[in-house]
C-alpha cells in the first residue's frame, strides 16, 4: 500500500486482480434519478459532515436507543440438503436479513490465533500503525489519534483480502489473520452462490472471482463504553459480511426493520446481508447497514480489570466488489418462478444501475444512518 500525499487524495482499493485506475471523484450527481427531497437531504448530511466534533447537535428522533431484549438469529447448517438449506436461506432473508451459520470450515483455533495476532497490531505505537499501515481510503487505521482521548467510538483498521502492510520485515507475521482471512473469503462466496440459489437471482460467482474483493475490518471498542448507536464510524457497502463467535456477545445492528440486538452462539459465523446483496437480489432480502457493533458489557463500562482486552476487538469480513463496478439487479437470464409464496417470476427491475465507486465514496465519508442511502437508486 502507498500512503496518501494529500489528506484530501482520494486512492483506489488495491485488489489482486489489476491494476488501480485514476483516483475516484467526489459522487456525481444523477438528476434523472434523484427527488428534490433527497438532494435537499444529501446537502444537509454533506454540511452536518463538516461540522467541528466539538460541536454538539440534537435533532428530535435523530438519536435511536439500543434495544433492550436480545434475540437469537436464525440458524443456517450448511451440512443440511439443499433444499432444506434454500429454504432457509430464503426465510431468514426475505425476514432478517442476517443469520448465523453452523457446520461450517472455519476451525475456533484459526480464528482466536488472528484475533491475537490482530490485538498485537491494536497494541503498537502510533507512529508503527502508520508506518505499517497507511492510510489509502479505505485500507489502513480510521480514529486513530493519540491526542483523541476522549474518542468514544474508538478504533478500526481495514486490510485487503492479503492483510498486506507497508513493510518487507519478517518480525512482522500476520500469518493465522491472513489465513483466516482467505478462509472467511471462501465460505463468504459459497455463502453467496447458496444465497443466489435460494432467492433466485443470478449467481453472481461462477468462474469469475476478479468481481468481487474482500476487506477485513477490524475495530475496537466501536460503540464505546456510552452504549451509543454508531453513527460516525465508517461505513462501508458489501454483499454479505462475516463474523466468526470466539466467544459468547451481544451485537447491535441497523436492520431494514431497525435497531436489533443479537447473541450469536459460539463458533458460529454471524452473517449480515448488505446493500450490495439487496440490489442484486432485485429487493427480495433485507439488509443490515454497517457491521454489527459489539454491545459494551457490564464489564467494560465498570472497568473491570478482570476484562481482556479481546472482548473489545471484533474482526468482520467484508465481501464486497472493485471500485470499477457497476451495481444492479441480477435478475434471472430466463424467468424462473421462485418458491416463495409469491409471483416474482417475472419481477421488474427495481434499482437504476449505479456507479460501486460512487455509492462506496458517499456512503464512508458521511456515514449517517437519517435514511437508506439505496432510496435514490430506487424506481
Known amino acids: 500500500m502507498a500512503s496518501s500525499t494529500h489528506e484530501h487524495h482520494l486512492h483506489h482499493l488495491p485488489t489482486p486482480y489489476g491494476t488501480t485506475t485514476a483516483p475516484p471523484p467526489t459522487p456525481s450527481t444523477q438528476p434523472n434519478n434523484l427527488l428534490s427531497t433527497s438532494e435537499a437531504a444529501d446537502s444537509l448530511s454533506r454540511l452536518l459532515h463538516r461540522i467541528p466534533p466539538t460541536l454538539s447537535l440534537s435533532f428530535p428522533g435523530r438519536r435511536q436507543s439500543l434495544p433492550s431484549t436480545t434475540t437469537s438469529p436464525p440458524f443456517i447448517s450448511l451440512s443440511d440438503p439443499k433444499p432444506t438449506l434454500h429454504s432457509n436461506l430464503l426465510s431468514a432473508a426475505k425476514q432478517h436479513g442476517f443469520f448465523q451459520l453452523t457446520n461450517h470450515s472455519i476451525s475456533s483455533q484459526l480464528a482466536s490465533s488472528a484475533e491475537s495476532e490482530s490485538l498485537s497490531i491494536f497494541n503498537l505505537p502510533h507512529d508503527e500503525k ?46 493465522s489473520l491472513r489465513e483466516f482471512t482467505c478462509q472467511m473469503e471462501k465460505l463468504g ?38 452504549n451509543k448507536p454508531l453513527s460516525s464510524s465508517p461505513l462501508y457497502p458489501f454483499v454479505i459480511g462475516l463474523s466468526f463467535q470466539i466467544r459468547c456477545r451481544k451485537y447491535s445492528m441497523l436492520a431494514d426493520s431497525g435497531w436489533v440486538s443479537v447473541s450469536p452462539q459460539v463458533d458460529s459465523v454471524l452473517v449480515t446481508l448488505g446493500d450490495i446483496a439487496q440490489v442484486w437480489s432485485n429487493g427480495k432480502v ?25 472482548d473489545s476487538l471484533s474482526m468482520t469480513l467484508l465481501v464486497t466488489l472493485p471500485l470499477e ?30 456507479s460501486f465507486e460512487d455509492y462506496a465514496w458517499r456512503v464512508y465519508h458521511e456515514r449517517l444512518l437519517l435514511k437508506d442511502p439505496l432510496v435514490r437508486y430506487r424506481l
Open 189 to 226: 462466496l459459497q455463502v453467496i452462490e447458496e444465497l443466489a440459489c435460494a432467492v433466485g437471482f443470478e449467481n453472481p460467482v461462477g468462474e469469475d472471482r476478479t468481481r468481487f474483493c474482500s476487506l477485513m475490518w477490524i475495530s475496537e471498542s466501536e460503540c464505546g463504553l456510552s
Open 130 to 175: 502508520q508506518r505499517y499501515f497507511p492510510k489509502n481510503w479505505p485500507l489502513g487505521f480510521d480514529n486513530d489519534d493519540d491526542d483523541d482521548d476522549d474518542n468514544v467510538y474508538g478504533k478500526s483498521l481495514c486490510l485487503d483480502s492479503s492483510c498486506s502492510v507497508e513493510s518487507n520485515s519478517t518480525d512482522f507475521g500476520l500469518t
Open 325 to 354: 463496478s457497476t451495481v444492479t439487479p441480477l435478475l434471472p437470464k430466463s424467468p424462473q418462478p421462485v418458491d416463495d409464496g409469491e409471483n416474482n417470476s417475472e419481477s421488474p427491475p427495481m434499482f437504476n444501475p449505479f
Open 286 to 310: 433485507k439488509k443490515v447497514r454497517g457491521r454489527p457493533v459489539v454491545a459494551a458489557t457490564a464489564d467494560l463500562a465498570e472497568g473491570n480489570s478482570n476484562t481482556s482486552n479481546s
